[in-house]
């Protein structure tokens, strides 16, 4: 007969609460970096010079088109060979970076072509400066009409960051592996963090959903284009 022991994982309640921090850093800090990556790549592929173009055509391509764990161990493993030597936590956050900066680039070029002419002409015909069109009348509509994609996005590297704890990021998978080792209960650790992830996700969804108004793109609702 099967007996489950959930008790000897949650003992260990400080060292999955200390994943969970890790996990929501990594996060935290992907976020901030990976979104302004992917603003940065969708004006480069909207309005860049050619060369700029192609340059983040090609890293968009080529992250959307190969596995985060071989991106990750490709930094963690593979830049040491060129001389670049990373920590976990610093190759984590680099590669849940360029990860999400290639996803959010995409769905941000989306945001951006939907803006309407005649509100672009109404910003130049009053001596705005370009930088001033996209930061003030582009930008701010543009994350509002793909907020919604932009969370799922945020959501999906924040769970993907599971794969971290293979190159000894303690975040929280990492933490749950760490247990099972000492305890044995592999099932019951396992269930501990897939309910912590779940948690995390629809805390985080909650979160974004309420933070994206009000300090990114104010009143500006999605489904009206910013009008």
Do not use: K
Request: glycine content about 8%; some cysteine.
């Amino acid at each position: 007969m099967i007996t489950l022991d959930f008790a000897a994982v949650l003992v260990e309640w400080r060292a999955l609460l200390q994943g969970v921090a890790m996990t929501l850093g990594l996060t935290a800090v992907a976020t901030l970096l990976g979104l302004a990556l992917g603003v940065a790549c969708a004006w480069s592929r909207l309005q860049g010079p050619a060369a700029l173009r192609w340059l983040a055509a090609t890293y968009v391509e080529l992250i959307r088109n190969t596995p985060f764990i071989v991106q990750l161990f490709f930094i963690f493993f593979g830049l040491p060979g060129l001389g670049v030597r990373l920590s976990p936590e610093q190759a984590s956050v680099l590669a849940m970076v360029i990860n999400l900066g290639a996803y959010a680039a995409e769905i941000m070029r989306s945001g951006i072509e939907a803006t309407p002419r005649g509100q672009l002409e109404a910003a130049r015909s009053l001596a705005l400066s370009e930088w001033q069109v996209f930061t003030r009348v582009v930008l701010p509509p543009s994350i509002g009409r793909v907020w919604p994609a932009l969370v799922s996005q945020i959501i999906i590297v924040m769970l993907g960051s599971a794969v971290c704890g293979q190159i000894a990021t303690a975040e929280l998978s990492y933490q749950a592996n760490l247990i099972h080792s000492r305890n044995f209960r592999a099932f019951e650790a396992t269930i501990v963090a897939t309910g912590l992830y779940l948690a995390l996700a629809v805390l985080l969804r909650q979160v974004l959903n309420w933070l994206g108004p009000l300090l990114i793109f104010g009143r500006v609702a999605p489904t009206h284009g910013g009008h």
